[in-house]
Nanobody, 124 residues
Framework: QVQLVESGGGLVQAGDSLRLSCAAS????????MGWFRQAPGKEREFVAA????????RYADSVKGRFTISRDGAKNTVSLQMNSLKPEDTAVYYC?????????????????WGQGTQVTVSS
C-alpha cells in the first residue's frame, strides 16, 4: 500500500531553518505530484507548496513564498521542504501529500494520499 512518511520536524527559534523530508513508497513516484500542507491548532489544513511529477514546476502559498523551497529526488522517492526564516506563525503539523498527475493543485481534495504529519514549532 501507499505510504508517505514525514520526518525532520522539531522546535526551532524564529529566523532558524528546518528541512522536512517525506519518503514515499507503494506508488510510482514519477507519476505523482507531491505537496506539503500544514495545520495549525484550531485552524483548517492549508496548502504550503507543491511540485509537479517532473520537478520542473513548483507552486507556493503566498505566506511562504521566498522562504520555503520544495524539491524532489526521484532516485530516493523523496520530497523535501526547505524552510528558511521561520516565523512563529509557521508553527503547525506539516503533512506530505501525493496526487496522481502533473498539476500542482492547492486543494486538499485533489490529493489521493497523505502522511501522518510532523510537528514544527517556531518559538519567538
Amino acid at each position: 500500500q501507499v505510504q508517505l512518511v514525514e520526518s525532520g520536524g522539531g522546535l526551532v527559534q524564529a529566523g532558524d531553518s528546518l528541512r522536512l523530508s517525506c519518503a514515499a513508497s507503494g506508488l510510482t513516484f514519477s507519476a505523482y505530484t507531491m505537496g506539503w500542507f500544514r495545520q495549525a491548532p484550531g485552524k483548517e489544513r492549508e496548502f504550503v507548496a507543491a511540485i509537479s511529477w517532473s520537478g520542473r514546476s513548483g507552486r507556493y502559498a503566498d505566506s511562504v513564498k521566498g522562504r520555503f523551497t520544495i524539491s524532489r529526488d526521484g532516485a530516493k522517492n523523496t520530497v523535501s521542504l526547505q524552510m528558511n526564516s521561520l516565523k512563529p506563525e509557521d508553527t503547525a503539523v506539516y503533512y506530505c501529500a501525493a496526487r496522481r498527475g502533473s498539476a500542482t493543485y492547492i486543494e486538499l481534495k485533489s490529493y489521493d494520499y497523505w502522511g501522518q504529519g510532523t510537528q514544527v514549532t517556531v518559538s519567538s
